[in-house]
C-alpha cells in the first residue's frame, strides 16, 4: 500500500498537472477576489474566511477527476483490483495522495493568501488548524466521488454535481470556524464537527469507494 | 492445485455470452482460448480474475493465485521503466531483477516508460507475471504487438512457468509455442441472449 501511495506522489510531482493547477486556482481565488470586490479591506477582512475556505474547496475539486481516471485508462486499476493490494487500502492510499498534493499544500499556503485578503491576525492560527483538519475529508469525499465516476466519458460534470452537496457541511463548519476564530469567539465547536466529519469520512468512505470502483470495473 | 470451472456462464454488457462452461485446468498445463471476436475471450478472463461475478455456475482456484493481464500494461508513462518494475515488485513484495532480464529490459532500466515503443511496453506488462509469483496466469493477447525475438522471451518465460507447476489461461489468435490444451468458445455461445433475470445491471 506504501507503494501506491510513493507511486502517486511520485506521478504527481512528474506530470505537473492537479498539484500545481489547483494551487494556481487557489492563489487566483484569493488573489482576484480583493480587485473584483474594490479596496474595503474591513469588507475583505469579514469575508476572507468564506472566501479562503471556498476556494480551498474548489481547487481540491479540479483535480478529483485525476484520482482514479488515469489509473483506469491506462490499466493500472484492474491490475491493481486484482494484485494483494486490497480495494479499500488502494482508495485510502490515493485519498491520502491527493490530500498530500492539494490539501496539505493548500493549507501551508492558505495564511499567505490571507494576508492578501486582510485576514486579522488571530484569525491565522484558525485557518491553518480548520483547513488541516477539514482537507483530508474533501480528499476522502472526492474519491469517493470520483470512484463513483471513474468508468464514465466526461464525467467531471457529474463528479462536482455529486461531491459538492457533500462538500457543503465541511465548508460551512471550516469558514465558520475561522470566522468565529477571527472574532474571538470559541471555535472549538465548529473544528470539532470539522474533524468528526474528517474522522468519520476516513472510517467509512474507503470502503464505499472500494465497493464503488469494483462495480464500475466490471 | 488446480483451477476448475464447473457450469459456469458469463455476462457483458447485460448480455450473456458464455454458458455451459466446464473446464479443469491441472498444475503445470495451459489452456489457450480461441474464438472470434467477441467470443467471450475477455470475459472469460475478466470473471476469472474476479473482475467481474460470474452470472451462474462455480469457479475453484486456491486464494491469491491468479494474476490478470489484459490488453493494457497498465505501464505509467512518467515513471522510469525501472520505477514500473519497483512499484510491481512493491505491490507483491517480489524482487524485479530477475523479471527484467527475463523480459530483456535490463538495458532500458533507466528509459522513461513514456519513450518505450508498443512491443517494449507489453514486455514491461508481461514482466509483472514473473514479479507476481502467483501460479495462475490469466493472459489477454499477451503477444500483441511483440517481435518475433520477444514472442520467443514470452514463451521461454511461460514454458518455464508451466515447468514449475504453474498454469495458464491464454486468450489468443497466434500460436504461443504451448499448443497444451485449447478451448474453443464458440459453442459455449447462449443461442437466447437475454439474462434470466433481466437487465439490470446498468443499476447495479
Known sequence: MIAVLTRDLKLAIRSGGGFGLGLAFFLLIAVLTPLAVGAQSDLHARMAPGILWLGALLSCLLSLDRIFALDYEDGSLELLATSPVPMEGLVAMKSLAHWIVTGLPLTLLAPVLGIILALPAEGYFWLVVSLALGTPALSLIGAFGAALTVGLKRGGLLLSLLVLPLYVPTLIFGAEAVRAGTSGQPATTALMFLAAISAGSAALLPFASAYALRINLR | MELSVTDLACQRGGALVLQNLNFVIPSGRALILRGRNGAGKTTL?????????????????????????SHSDGVKDMLTVAENLMFWGNVFQKPYANAARQMNLDGLLSRPAHSLSAGQKRRLGLARLCISDRPIWLLDEPTISLDAASVALFEIMLRLHLQNGGMAIIATHVDCGVDDMILDLGPFRPVKQLLPDGFDEAFL
Open chain 2, 45 to 69: 478472463l475478466r470473471t476469472l480474475a474476479g473482475l467481474q461475478p460470474p452470472s451462474c455456475g462455480h469457479i475453484k482456484v486456491p486464494p491469491d493465485s491468479i494474476i490478470y493481464s
